[in-house]
């Protein structure tokens, strides 16, 4: 006789957000944006995904490790004026509820994602698109000079 084992893992804040992130981000890879984590806006907050689309439009992600994150960091509305789309970016086990309904959802784990529920859009003014736009690959030039 065999007794089932019951296995969970626990992951802890840290590695949960590593995870959603790296998820996140290779599923706007695969949906053909170019990602950059940690990415600094004008306004000195901190976006934890930003892509770039082939049309140059922008996408940022707020990832949350969970439900005590989102709680006490109320600072995501100020992301908005810096997107054109804004999503949050959670695990699979992270309680939607939660969340408010407009902005886009993303599920995602170490391995992927999925688009859980679209995003609206609201396209930038494009002398603040061309500003972004510019910054961000002054970022990811110097990055790769680091490597």
């Known amino acids: 006789m065999s007794a089932a084992v019951h296995l969970e893992l626990v ?11 790296r998820g996140a981000a290779r599923l706007l890879a695969d949906m ?6 940690e990415v600094g806006l ?21 990832v949350k ?5 989102y709680r ?10 810096f997107c054109d789309v804004f999503f949050f970016a959670v695990a699979p086990d992270f309680p939607q509820s939660l ?11 170490g391995f992927g994602g999925a688009v859980v529920r679209e995003a609206s859009e ?14 961000f ?3 990811a030039a110097s990055r790769t000079l680091r490597l």
């Open 99 to 109: 969340l408010p309904d407009h902005p886009g959802l993303i599920v995602a784990d």
């Open 72 to 81: 006490v960091d109320r600072k995501w509305p100020e992301y908005a004026p």
């Open 137 to 139: 690959a002054r970022l």
């Open 65 to 69: 490790s969970g439900a005590e994150d």
């Open 42 to 62: 004008p306004n000195g907050r901190r976006a934890d995904v930003m892509a770039l689309g082939r049309k140059g439009d922008i996408v940022i992600c707020e």
């Open 122 to 135: 609201t396209p930038l003014a494009a002398a603040r698109r061309k500003a972004l736009t510019i910054a």
């Open 32 to 37: 053909g944006y170019a990602p950059l984590l």
């Open 11 to 21: 992951f802890s804040r840290r590695e949960t957000t590593l995870s959603v992130t």
